[in-house]
Every structure is written in C-alpha cells, then in structure tokens.
C-alpha cells in the first residue's frame, strides 16, 4: 500500500476556496467577526457595526472619545486583527 501525497485537509479547502474566488471574502468575514475579541470587551460594547470596504476595517462607534483614541492606536489594531485571521486582509482602519 502505497501513500502518494498525504495533504492536510485545511489546505485542501483553502485550495479549493481559493479556485473558487471565495476565499478573500471568507477571510473578511473572520475579521469582522475578530473585531470584538481582538479590541476586548471594554471596545466591543460601544462597536454598532464593522464592515470591510476597499481593504479599509470601518467600525461605528456610539463613543466620539473612544474614537479619537483608537484613531491613534490604528496601525497596532491593524496588525493584531491580520494576524488573527493569518493573512494580509486589511490596511487601514477607519473610526466612525
């Protein structure tokens, strides 16, 4: 009995995702719903609503205080949230 190719089956479905087109907006779908654990409960209470437009993360936030703060906290949000998911899906935040 002979093996050719033992593939681990999370790179079978990437692969085939990837074929397909869909693996772009399943990857944006785990950023968005990363938001709350990557930014914390303290964050994730005054979030209304975060979507992805054009590589740009926009997150209303009902706290106009909070949203100057994060502003300057944008690029260590950035990567945080890249790194979760484990690719390149954003480049910028934008608090609204």
Excluded at 1 to 18: A, P, S
Excluded at 26 to 52: C, F, H, M, S
Excluded at 81 to 90: A, C, F, H, K, S
């Amino acid at each position: 009995m002979f093996r050719k190719e033992v593939k681990d089956i999370r790179e079978l479905i990437m692969r085939n995702l990837r074929q397909q087109g869909l693996e772009m907006p399943l990857l944006q779908k785990r950023l968005v719903e990363a938001w709350p654990v990557v930014a914390g409960d303290a964050i994730a209470r005054y979030t209304l609503n975060a979507y992805i437009k054009n590589q740009t993360l926009c997150v209303h936030l009902s706290s106009p205080a909070l949203r100057s703060d994060l502003a300057m906290r944008r690029q260590e949000f950035v990567s945080r949230l890249n790194e979760y998911v484990g690719n390149q899906v954003i480049a910028d935040i934008r608090f609204c």
